[in-house]
């Protein structure tokens, strides 16, 4: 078995299966053989707002599969992870794709040309607290579903607007579709927003050597500064809160979070820089809990 293809599971979107498809083609140019395995999940067949199924019903059975040697590795959208590491997995970060939000609109609207009482898909409180705040007209209604789906909701007339993670836009080839990407000052994005999680069980060590070759040392950086601000407010992936960090040429960190009322009626924000960027994320954390962000996470 030691020849054999490494199987890589994914779920069976196109999106998850676009990613993981990037990062067998990857492990292929590093010299082995690999191949997709798709992994159904709860979140697949359950059409419930994620904050009802539960954090990591997304990962969970691909961890299960990987655990129960029905695949090698695991392919995850990383801002879908449980905050706790899992000591069973060894766990990199490739490249990362662009991290903002994105706006697709009929007519080529923005978020500003919408008109008053517009009606905008998503389900993410993060997202939600954020166009109200921007936008208290607006009328947000609930979206579940693959990316076409969700975009189809616009072109069939049934909303005027979703708003999706950019990247999984360009991921699938898609990006022009998007009639306003915002600024991450604008719409703070998710932690790990853009970041992919490529896992092996930690003691497959052909699998560790292959998934290795696809670490992006930048990336991992500015995503675990990112995931250590949900970590430390004791936040799972669907709690209003957001962080993005860049890293300049002498490798110092800066580090944005915020918190924010689902309802858009209070943020509190906090930045930062320095060179160790999860210990700057908890110093983050600690501030916004010190300015009441507990009492705006559980809403």
């Known amino acids: 078995m030691t020849n054999a293809p490494l199987r890589i599971g994914t779920r069976g979107s196109k999106l998850a299966t676009t990613q993981a498809g990037h990062m067998r083609d990857a492990i292929i140019a590093a010299g082995y053989e690999a191949e997709l395995t798709i992994i159904t999940t709860p979140g697949d067949v359950n059409m419930a707002p994620v904050e009802r199924i539960g954090v990591g019903v997304f990962t969970q059975a691909l961890r299960e599969a990987m655990e129960n040697d029905e695949c090698d590795i695991a392919v995850h959208s990383h801002k879908d992870l449980p905050t706790a590491p899992d000591e069973r997995f060894h766990l990199i970060v490739p490249v ?50 693959n990316i076409d789906t969700r975009m189809g ?21 898609q990006g022009e579709r998007a009639t306003e990407v915002f600024d991450p000052a604008v719409i703070y994005p998710a932690p790990s927003q853009g970041a992919l999680a490529v ?38 992936c669907t709690a209003p809160v957001a962080a993005w960090s860049t890293i300049d040429d002498a490798g110092e960190i800066t ?4 918190v924010f009322a689902v309802d858009g009626s209070a943020q509190l924000v906090a930045e930062g820089a320095g060179d160790d960027g999860v210990a700057l994320g908890v110093e983050l954390a600690e501030k916004l809990l010190d300015d009441g962000a507990a009492d705006l996470i559980d809403g």
């Open 255 to 258: 580090l944005r979070a915020g």
């Open 96 to 145: 990362r794709e662009d991290n903002r939000e994105a706006l697709i609109a009929r007519d080529g609207l923005t978020l500003e040309t919408l008109p008053q009482g517009a009606k905008v898909g998503t389900s993410a409180p993060r997202r939600i607290s954020q166009l109200r705040a921007a936008r208290p007209d607006l009328e947000i209604l609930p979206l579940r579903g």
């Open 153 to 173: 909701k616009v072109t069939s007339g049934e909303l005027d607007a979703v708003v999706l993670a950019y990247a999984g836009l360009v991921r699938v080839g």
């Open 199 to 236: 896992e092996c069980r930690v003691d497959d060590e052909r699998a560790r050597a292959a998934i290795d070759t696809l670490v992006d040392p930048e990336a991992g950086v500015c995503a675990a500064a990112e995931r250590s601000v949900l970590r430390r407010l004791e936040a799972g």
